[in-house]
């Protein structure tokens, strides 16, 4: 596997994704306490403002200052710590003209007495360029002038601002570091889940003493883990039970069905020549019914994985080969031609004694339902990522509708007329499982049906432990 398919095998994991959701939820929280504060910060300098104007303007009103404005604007100019503390003050007469303050601060105000109360937030810039947000009140005098005692809030808001901005870095940096842990827990759980699931394929494939690897922590992956080697543990035994039975059956019946046959064979040279018929049909049948019930054991062996098998690297067209000139014979007998479509080098990985008599069942169907005249293919082909390797023939073919049954059990298509046990295809089919593979039938076109074992690379990289299990 790839690490772009690790990367989006682990973003699709449920840790991942609890973990991203519950990042995001702290993202919005994070984000709405972030504004929120700084629209609590802003409303809370506004009020610490308006409280440090209104106490300067009740100051200047027990000075009884607000009598007329000259006599108020001769009393601010006395008072030289009022710019250096970030005060703003003008002081307008009755006919307009400017007695104390800066001339931006009334341009900007934009009032020619008689103005009534109200508060006012402007910005002014001075000679150097340095704005100014003024927020303060104008207050009427009672010879008609104005006062206006407002305070430059830019500053301390720049000074507040920063409170947010660290406050939104932490939440990010804890945002990241839930992420990471996420992440980590993710890649720490798709292990464990690796692990189990590597031991259910081993066990699969045959590796019957394959465990599920289980730590001392006690969490739901230990407890599961050992949940399910309980399970492996327990259907070893009803293995065993079963290859037991299975072994005393087939000792028990194969013993009265070769003496049954030899007697049968021993009668035909005895009994007279009109009954001599009867018994060699009845000598067929009892070959038959061995041949059935060796087939049968010999599947249940191969799906339990009972099988002697040895995985092993080797050439398919040293197989193909091998097969070929093994029914070379038949071939010619059936009047058929066979070839072989296979590229030098190619190589497989699985056990060559199966996957030779899993060829030898699909050969002969083909053989048995192929017109005389046609050919027969003996193929391995790149498909993907795996490799096809089967049998092609210009037969009658498969319907779709019924390529699914065909790899049933004791399932055969002409119905009870048609020879054969019904064998052969699930025989054909417990092996690919062995390999990890499946068998396919498809369409041969123009006419006939392909019947190919599909090789996956990943089961062969699982075995093998290469990353580049599939040689050219």
Same mark, same amino acid.
């Given at each position: ?12 994991? +449920?840790?991942f ?6 990042? $995001?939820i702290?993202l919005?929280?994070?984000v709405g306490?972030?504004?929120? +504060? ?5 409303a #809370?300098?506004?009020?610490?403002v ?29 008072d ?6 970030g005060?703003?003050?003008?002081v ?11 001339p931006?601060?009334?341009t ?5 007495p ?7 937030? @402007?910005?002014?810039?001075?000679s150097?360029a340095?704005?100014?947000?003024l $927020? ?8 008609g ?6 305070y ?6 720049e000074?507040l601002?920063v409170i ?13 570091s839930?992420l ?12 464990r ?8 394929r ?8 394959a ?6 922590d ?6 599961l883990?050992?949940?399910i080697?309980? @399970?492996?543990?327990r @259907? ?9 039975v299975?072994?005393h059956?087939?000792?028990e ?9 030899h ?15 009867? @018994? ?7 070959g ?8 049968? #054991?010999?599947?249940?062996e191969?799906?339990a ?18 097969l ?9 007998l059936?009047?058929?031609t ?12 699985g056990?060559r004694?199966?996957? $030779?008599?899993?060829l030898s ?13 046609? +050919?027969?293919? #003996? ?6 990522d795996?490799i096809?390797l089967?049998?092609a023939?210009?037969?009658p073919?498969?319907?779709? +509708?019924q ?8 399932r ?6 048609q020879?054969?046990?019904g064998?052969g295809?699930?025989l054909?089919?417990?092996i690919?499982?062995?390999h ?11 006419s006939?049906?392909?019947?190919v074992?599909l ?18």
């Amino acid at each position: 596997m790839s690490w772009a398919e690790r990367a989006a095998h682990l973003l699709e994991t +449920s840790t991942f994704r609890h973990a991203s959701m519950v990042a $995001f939820i702290f993202l919005l929280v994070a984000v709405g306490t972030v504004l929120l +504060s700084a629209q609590q910060i802003d409303a #809370l300098l506004h009020s610490h403002v308006r409280d440090m104007i209104l106490a300067d303007v009740r100051t200047q009103e027990r000075s009884h200052h607000f009598a007329d404005a000259s006599g108020l604007a001769v009393a601010l100019s006395r008072d030289d710590s009022r710019e250096r503390e970030g005060n703003k003050s003008l002081v307008m007469a009755p006919s307009g003209d400017l007695l104390f303050g800066d001339p931006q601060v009334r341009t900007a105000l934009q009032c020619q007495p008689p103005c009534g109360l109200q508060w006012r937030n @402007v910005t002014v810039s001075d000679s150097s360029a340095r704005l100014a947000q003024l $927020f303060g009140v104008q207050v009427p005098l009672a010879d008609g002038g104005v006062f206006f005692s407002g305070y430059d809030i830019l500053p301390m808001r720049e000074r507040l601002r920063v409170i947010p901005l660290v406050a939104g870095a932490g939440l990010f940096a804890v945002l990241l570091s839930s992420l990471a842990i996420g992440l980590y827990t993710s890649v720490r759980s798709m292990r464990r889940v690796d692990r189990i699931r590597s031991a259910l394929r081993r066990y699969v494939t045959g590796e019957r003493d394959a465990v599920v690897p289980c730590g001392h922590d006690g969490d739901e992956f230990d407890l599961l883990g050992r949940d399910i080697n309980h @399970v492996l543990h327990r @259907v070893n035994r009803l293995m065993e039970e079963v290859k037991s039975v299975s072994s005393h059956l087939a000792h028990e019946l194969r013993t009265p069905l070769t003496r049954m046959h030899h007697r049968l064979e021993n009668l035909a040279d005895k009994v007279e020549p009109d009954m001599r018929d009867d @018994v060699l049909g009845a000598l067929e049948e009892a070959g038959r019914i061995q041949r059935m019930f060796r087939a049968v #054991l010999r599947i249940g062996e191969v799906e339990a994985g009972r099988c002697e098998h040895a995985f092993e690297w080797f050439d398919a067209r040293t197989l193909l080969d091998d097969l070929a000139e093994y029914y070379g014979p038949l071939v010619s007998l059936s009047e058929t031609t066979l070839h072989i479509e296979a590229e030098p080098g190619r190589e497989l990985y699985g056990d060559r004694a199966l996957l $030779f008599q899993a060829l030898s069942n699909l050969l002969e169907n083909a053989i048995k339902y192929a017109p005389q005249g046609k +050919s027969l293919v #003996l193929l391995a082909r790149r498909r993907g990522d795996g490799i096809t390797l089967g049998v092609a023939d210009e037969g009658p073919g498969i319907p779709a +509708s019924q390529r699914g049954q065909a790899v049933e059990r004791f399932r055969r298509l002409g119905g009870s007329t048609q020879s054969g046990s019904g064998l052969g295809l699930a025989l054909v089919n417990a092996i690919a499982r062995l390999h990890g593979a499946t068998l396919s039938l498809e369409e041969n076109a123009p006419s006939g049906l392909l019947a190919v074992l599909l090789l996956d690379r990943r089961h062969w990289n699982e075995k093998t432990g290469l990353k580049d299990a599939l040689k050219t």
